[in-house]
């Protein structure tokens, strides 16, 4: 395997010396997709570049949202033939100790073309959520999973393994989310590919330095979309029927 773990960064300086040293620890190359970051962000990766010729910087122009960022991340991955590509937050709450978990799945001989580490699955957790956040975030997985059809528990996941394979097969073009939805698009984008799809348990920690970018306009875009996906899903299918 010849992995590269994208880590997207937007004023993410209090955290990013620490997950890109912590994930550097395993045979892993790391690109580090800075938004422009204001808080000196950026700065920080390009010293950490210097120090580790594994450690590469892309430098963007500003912030166009997270789906934008990994897409520019997976074309500069594939044009130097990794095998495969991660997608890991730099805030701390995707744990880069259980990286191994999620590369030793992916390595398995049925070569699944999406890992994606879960927390809605028997043996994964959330740590420092309130209720609230947890009901939100089951709620609107097992919507998108009966809305959509996709099979995935925790498609709205960031901490995931693709197989370059996959990402060749998908038309980014179609991709039209740039936030957090983003991950959902990709999971169907997957499946609709034919892409095998995998969840290994994580334990997922909420972030305790910086500021989050999740907001109640993330969640209504997720679900505007969601909605407004499935409905075309379900009216192609009747379509499809009534031609029979």
Known sequence: ?????????????????????????????????????????GAIADELAAADPRV???HRAGKEGLGRAYIDAFGWGL????????????????????????????ARADLPDLVIGSRWVPGGEVVNWPWSRMFLSRAGNLYVRLWLGLPAADATAGFRVYRSEILRRIDFDTVG??????????????ALAGGVVVEVPISFIERERGTSKMSNAIVREAMVRTTLLGARHRWQQVRAALRR
Not at 16 to 22: A, E, L, N, W
Not at 79 to 106: C, I, K, N
Not at 177 to 190: C, D, I, K, N
Request: hydrophobic content about 35%; cysteine-free.
């Open 1 to 41: 395997m010849k992995t590269l773990v994208i880590i997207p960064t937007y004023n993410e300086r209090e955290n990013i010396r620490d997950i890109v040293t912590r994930v550097r620890r395993e045979d892993v190359d790391v690109l580090v997709a800075d938004d422009a970051s204001p808080d000196g962000t």
């Open 177 to 190: 989310s740039s936030g957090y939805y983003f991950q959902v698009e990709m999971t169907r984008q997957a």
């Open 56 to 58: 590469f910087v892309k």
């Open 79 to 106: 044009a130097r033939d990794y095998t495969h590509l991660v997608e890991m937050d730099a805030d701390g709450s995707h744990r880069p100790e259980q990286l191994p978990l999620l590369l030793e799945r992916a």
